[in-house]
């Protein structure tokens, strides 16, 4: 009695041997060519006739025979996945997580399921933004959302002044240079927000994720390593489409 690995393990060689002699078998029976034969005997007139040799060919592909070729071929592969697919209705193991069950006696083909579901699921949540590891973060709740400490910065102006070079005279006017001063006029309160996470439960968010993983690979591993009960389908229903 096989267990469920290994039917699995079997079950890609037998399918593509299967696919490979259906093709060939179709690709043969278009050939009308080798389905013909042919006797031909010559017989003069009379006695004094010319004599000619005889012709013969024969039928290189037969039907009936190419029929039995593929049926026995076909058995193999119904029988085989047949054993799987039973096999997978039974097929069951707890998801265990920190030695805690999290998920009680999963099918197989549930756990194969989650096992594609959580690489997509890692992928997103490897991906998440996380916070400016150059800035220091609160949770702010009544924005629901992360945000710095506020930080005062001066706000500026630049007001012209006058430098007079020379004074005005009788005869000339004076000599002034205009140059702009930077004075304060104001401050800005700035708070920075962010719907980011921080680094630490982004890594938190993927570890569960990997072990979540790793738990389902176990499962999985001792789902197929259950027995399997030998499932012979394919000569009843070859039999009653060739029969």
């Known amino acids: 009695m096989a267990k469920l690995n290994q039917i699995i393990a079997v079950e890609k060689g037998i399918k593509g041997k299967a696919h490979s002699e259906l ?11 080798q389905l013909a ?24 592909l037969k039907c009936d025979e190419v029929i039995r070729k593929v049926t026995d071929v076909l058995v193999e592969l119904f029988d085989v996945t047949a054993t799987k697919e039973w096999a997978n209705c039974e097929a069951r193991a707890d998801v265990v997580v920190d030695g805690a ?6 099918p197989v083909t549930y756990l194969l399921f989650l096992e594609k579901q959580l690489v997509d699921l890692h992928t997103f949540v490897k991906k998440m933004p996380v916070l400016d590891a150059s800035e220091s973060w609160v949770f702010d709740a009544s924005t629901d959302c992360w945000a710095t400490e506020p930080v005062q910065t001066a ?7 006058n430098h007079v070079k020379a004074e005005a005279t009788e005869k ?7 140059y702009y001063e930077d004075v304060m006029v104001g401050t800005w309160r700035t708070v920075k927000f962010s719907g980011a996470l921080p680094a630490q439960r982004v890594n938190e968010l ?3 994720v990997e072990k979540l993983q790793q738990a389902v690979k176990f499962a999985r591993e001792e789902a197929n390593n259950c027995k399997t009960e030998d499932r012979k ?6 039999g009653y489409l060739f029969g």
Request: charge should be positive; avoid cysteine.
């Open 23 to 33: 093709s060939d078998a179709y690709q043969q029976l278009q050939k009308q060519s």
């Open 37 to 60: 034969g042919i006797s031909r005997n010559y017989r003069p007139k009379d006695e004094e006739g010319e004599q000619l040799p005889a012709e013969s060919t024969k039928v290189q």
């Open 101 to 106: 069950v999290l998920v009680e006696k999963v």
């Open 155 to 161: 706000k500026t102006k630049k007001i012209p002044r």
């Open 172 to 178: 000339h006017p004076a000599q002034v240079d205009v």
């Open 206 to 208: 993927t570890a569960r």
């Open 233 to 238: 389908i394919g000569r009843k229903v070859l």
